[in-house]
């Protein structure tokens, strides 16, 4: 290993069982927009660059959160991890998946909310590049989860799967960055009152044109947009929001980067309109307006999250 110190190297998929596969397809392959790589059963995969898929779709009676998948190095790292949470005690499902997955070996776990997670190594390439899409693609960058207690799943981030701590909205969410140093690959808090499940997932175009035509093309095609151009002072990125029949997906770019040899030092963030949208500063009339404002955002975003 090139980094002794346990810890993924980026967000590699998203998996979601959904209840109607066809409406799901519309909008994961119009509107974000992703590429079909392969069918399986009750499964589809989607994928928005070299990797076999960034997503998989599954059909299935109980629509929700089927895991959350993030890419370590190597084997020899995987099988580190392995040996890391038998010590704590965590009970881990360990098994060989390139057939059945196309990923070579993974282990699966839950988080302290119960969200479902795999850490896995070696995802088969694709010979060729999607095809051109007038919105380009970057990567998938990250997921925010929701979770009943946010300083246990802090601390289960950090030292049990070893993501580092970005930044904090005052005690309520903390984001978290892995190896690839994008300023969060999960973020985790309390939204809405959900005790676990998907907030959102974020998607990296490479810059404000493919955002803005991102965001023509939802409002073309008649999707609801949660929340409108902003910029996060967190992560300083700058991008908008839309909710599908799944879950919301976000489409940003310019998100903060560090580097593992300068980690940074995590600032409490106070809570309030302008943290969510630096754009926003002058705008607020008060304390308790802010307090209202973000009570109906949360809500707005769990009834259009669905998972």
């Known amino acids: 290993m090139s980094d002794t110190r346990l810890c993924p190297q980026r967000l590699g998929y ?39 898929h960034w997503m998989v779709l599954e059909q299935s009676p ?19 991890f392995e040996a ?13 998946g390139l057939d059945t997955d196309r990923v070579d070996r993974y282990l699966r776990f839950n988080d302290p909310s119960g969200n479902p997670l795999e850490l896995y190594c070696d995802m088969v390439a ?10 380009q693609l970057l990567d998938i960058q990250h997921v925010v989860l929701a979770a009943g207690d946010t300083r246990a799943a802090t601390a289960f981030y950090r030292d049990v799967v070893g ?15 892995m190896k690839n140093g994008w300023h969060h690959g999960i973020g985790v808090g309390g939204f809405g009152g959900a005790a676990s499940g998907l907030n959102h997932i974020c998607f990296q175009p490479p810059g404000l044109d493919d955002v803005m035509r ?9 999707y609801t947009i949660t929340m409108d151009l902003l910029r996060h002072a967190p992560s300083t990125s700058v991008g908008f929001y839309f909710a599908g029949p799944d879950t919301v997906a976000e489409m940003s770019f310019g998100a903060r980067h560090f580097t593992e040899d300068a980690p940074p030092k995590p600032r409490l963030l ?7 949208d630096v754009w926003q500063q002058g705008l607020v009339d008060n304390e308790q307006s802010v307090i209202d404002e973000l009570r109906k955002m949360a809500e707005r975003q769990q009834a259009s999250g669905g998972a």
């Open 14 to 52: 998203v998996h979601l069982k959904v209840k109607d596969l066809d409406e799901s397809l519309a909008f994961w392959t119009r509107a974000v927009p992703l590429e079909i790589s392969a069918r399986q059963g009750s499964k589809v995969y989607l994928r928005g660059g070299m990797q076999h």
């Open 214 to 222: 991102a965001r023509a093309n939802v409002r073309k095609l008649g």
């Open 270 to 276: 106070a809570r309030g309109l302008d943290t969510i």
């Open 62 to 80: 109980e629509p929700g959160l089927g895991r959350i998948a993030l890419e370590v190095e190597n084997r020899a790292e995987l099988d580190a």
């Open 163 to 177: 993501m580092r701590e970005s930044d904090w909205v005052e005690r309520d969410v903390c984001f978290l960055h």
């Open 126 to 135: 694709m010979p060729n590049p999607p095809q051109a899409r007038t919105v």
């Open 84 to 96: 890391h949470l038998k010590v704590l005690g965590i009970k881990a499902q360990a098994g060989d």
